[in-house]
């Protein structure tokens, strides 16, 4: 079992950057491919970005490509989200997923490990 802590929330005007980190509890995933969803209130949640497990391969939703950013530090054992130009739009709770299937999937229910969310607000 992986349970993954997410971290680097906050509020920011439009136009700011975060990053948001995320890190299992107690054990390596170095070798999950790796993921981030978003949801708004009201909505369902969403694909944002993800990661191979060797980190050579990265796929975005199209509303943030180009302004965001997923990346792997192994020696950290950390996934990270950076997030540059933010819009009001990305307000959102943001999850760090993980798996071992193969390749990079989009849908949450390939995704077997779950972080408990960071809370996103982007003002105007």
């Known amino acids: 079992q992986v349970r993954l802590v997410e971290s680097g929330g906050g509020l920011v005007q439009a136009g700011g950057s975060l990053r948001l980190s995320c890190a299992p509890s ?8 790796s993921g981030w969803f978003r ?15 060797t980190g050579d391969s990265t796929v975005y939703t199209d509303s943030v490509k180009g302004r965001f950013t997923i990346s792997r530090d192994t020696a950290k054992n950390t996934v990270y989200l950076q997030m540059n130009n933010l819009k009001p739009e990305d307000t959102a709770v943001y999850y760090c997923a993980a798996h071992q299937r193969t390749g990079i999937r989009y849908n949450p229910d390939d995704y077997d490990f779950w972080g408990q969310g960071t809370q996103v607000t982007v003002s105007s």
């Open 39 to 53: 949801q708004a209130p009201g909505k369902e949640r969403e694909f944002v970005a993800a990661i191979t497990w």
């Open 26 to 33: 107690g054990r390596t995933f170095n070798t999950y491919q």
